[in-house]
């Protein structure tokens, strides 16, 4: 608890919003100048500074030392991320957060972001069906809405101009902005001229960052949806895969089914069916020497379980994850895809979830689900068009959590240092503005205010998993019980109205068949009690 409390202590001073580029940023002045601190309208001051929310500051980026993966220097724009776009942002205070301090960080909510809330992350299979169609329909309506906040770049800064004459921006869909975020962090480095590229870097695989980056990742998607919807209680639902047999979500019900058609397509039953994909072609945005932009390139694909079998002989076990768990080192080696008896290493899918050494051209944990899904998902770039994406890494995170609260780590088992680039404690998260380092989040779930519904206690998780999915069900359909109700105690009412009517007649029926017509009846002698007789004497 320590560790968690000066964890929280650190995240004071971090903010809470996502680039690519907020709006009020993306212009000319904004790069001449170099400076990213918008308006808050609540009282019309740089980083609602006239409210104490936060202020305007200089920039300052870890001089830390990066491994050998990547020899070169000032050939990116994002190295040493955000300073080729700019070097003043919004620092925001307290619990305030977003591009210009006029949100809350996770966890935190209300006017004044004081009231911390912790939202509970759901098993996708333990949801009632009215909440999976929620889901479902959340996804399409960010993958047709624009995002009002945030655009993309579509050129590096170098092709913008130096005074920033040639602005290159452009709108897109609050799903697809996420999908482009997960393939600029991810993509090779132009070295100059048509598919001359430096592959081997990515700020958010194959070290350190794996599972900070994709943390912060989550969240951000989650705070864009409530703001989307007006559901403020929306979490991203997980898919508990151990020991699966096959892809338990891929039906037409969730994430859609196979089609009929075409066996690497979605169902036409499916929403997804008519989704296209961005991103998804690295070697041609190579050989261009471009940037992926919002231009459709086709259906999402997938095929689950046609895949390289030798590559990925099974999709993993809960042995597997119990082993993960257990290892208590959190980097090792070179801190790359070549470490031994690391567990980023094991649960990103480079090593062995059963000896820990690395195995190259194998691939385990996350990356042998990406390659068993057989389609869109399954190339790094562009793997998050599929929405798989989401439950799969929610999992992920989950196994990330399990493995803070068993070692309980110091910020200091973070490396500082000689990480391959953008991976170190003190780099910033490419592409995320204002600003995050990677080691303010290496700390536990309950620091950011969610949590995992098989996490939590016994009797927590039974009210999460089963007793929920029906008082909400019983929610939506509140009225038509009520009425239900009061037309049942209606219906109960007449129907005992009828039983007393009809019983008072049959009394009084009785009677009269009882009574004589001939004379008067005689009253009804009991011999006495204390001569013992039980006999009655009766009417003749």
Not at 11 to 16: D, M, N, P, W
Not at 152 to 158: D, G, N, P
Not at 196 to 206: C, P, Y
Not at 347 to 376: K, R, Y
């Amino acid at each position: 608890m320590r560790h968690l409390y000066v964890s929280v202590v650190l995240l004071q001073l971090v903010g809470t919003c996502l680039c690519q580029f907020p709006r009020p940023c993306a212009n000319s002045v904004g790069l001449r100048t170099k400076e990213c601190c918008p308006v808050w309208d609540g009282d019309g001051s740089v980083c609602g500074a006239m409210s104490g929310r936060g202020f305007c500051t200089e920039v300052e980026v870890s001089e830390e030392p990066h491994g050998p993966q990547y020899p070169h220097r000032g050939i990116d724009d994002r190295e040493r991320w955000p300073l080729a776009f700019f070097n003043r942002t919004c620092r925001c205070a307290g619990n305030y957060g977003g591009f210009n301090c006029g949100e809350c960080r996770f966890g935190y909510w209300g006017s004044n972001c004081a009231e911390y809330r912790e939202s509970v992350r759901r098993n996708i299979l333990t949801m009632s069906p009215t909440e999976q169609q929620k889901f479902i329909s959340y996804l399409n309506l960010a993958k047709n809405t624009i995002n009002r906040d945030y655009v993309i770049s579509t050129a590096t800064r170098a092709e913008m101009g130096e005074n920033g004459e040639n602005p290159m921006f452009s709108d897109i869909n609050s799903y697809d902005l996420f999908v482009w975020m997960h393939y600029y962090v991810s993509r090779d480095a132009f070295l100059g001229g048509p598919g001359n590229v430096w592959r081997d870097i990515d700020f958010a695989h194959e070290s350190a960052a794996f599972l900070p980056w994709h943390r912060v990742y989550l969240l951000h998607w989650e705070n864009e949806i409530r703001k989307l919807t007006g559901d403020f209680n929306f979490t991203i639902p997980y898919w508990d895969w151990r020991d699966s047999p096959s892809c338990e979500v891929c039906t037409d019900a969730l994430m859609g089914g196979r089609s009929p058609l075409n066996p690497n397509l979605i169902s036409p039953a499916s929403v997804f069916s008519s989704w296209k994909v961005i991103c998804t072609q690295p070697e041609e945005y190579n050989s261009r020497e471009a940037l992926c932009n919002t231009t459709g390139e086709g259906p999402l694909m997938r095929n689950p379980g046609n895949h390289d079998t030798n590559r990925v002989p099974r999709l993993p076990t809960t042995a597997d994850v119990d082993f993960t768990v257990g290892l208590p080192e959190y980097e090792s080696g070179s801190m790359d895809r070549f470490s031994n008896m690391s567990f980023r290493n094991v649960i990103e899918g480079f090593a062995s979830s059963m000896s820990g050494m690395a195995v190259p051209g194998q691939s385990t944990m996350h990356n042998a689900l990406h390659v068993f899904m057989n389609g869109t998902m399954s190339s790094v770039q562009g793997s998050a068009n599929d929405p798989i994406f989401l439950l799969h890494h929610a999992f992920i995170d989950s196994i990330f959590e399990r493995w803070l609260r068993a070692h309980q780590p110091l910020r200091t088992t973070y490396p500082r240092s000689n990480a391959p680039i953008g991976h170190n404690d003190g780099y910033y998260m490419v592409p995320f503005l204002p600003l995050y380092r990677n080691g303010d989040y290496f700390l536990s779930d309950k620091a950011l205010g969610f949590e995992y519904a098989y996490l939590l206690d016994p009797g927590q998780r039974f009210v999460q998993e089963y007793l929920t999915p029906y008082l909400q069900q019983a929610q939506q359909i509140w009225q038509w019980l009520l009425g239900a109700g009061i037309l049942g105690a209606l219906i109960a009412a007449i129907v005992a109205a009828l039983l007393i009517v009809a019983r008072r007649k049959w009394k009084r029926n009785a009677k009269k068949k009882r009574a004589p017509s001939y004379g008067e009846r005689q009253p009804l002698l009991q011999s006495s009690s204390e001569e013992g007789s039980s006999s009655y004497q009766t009417t003749l």
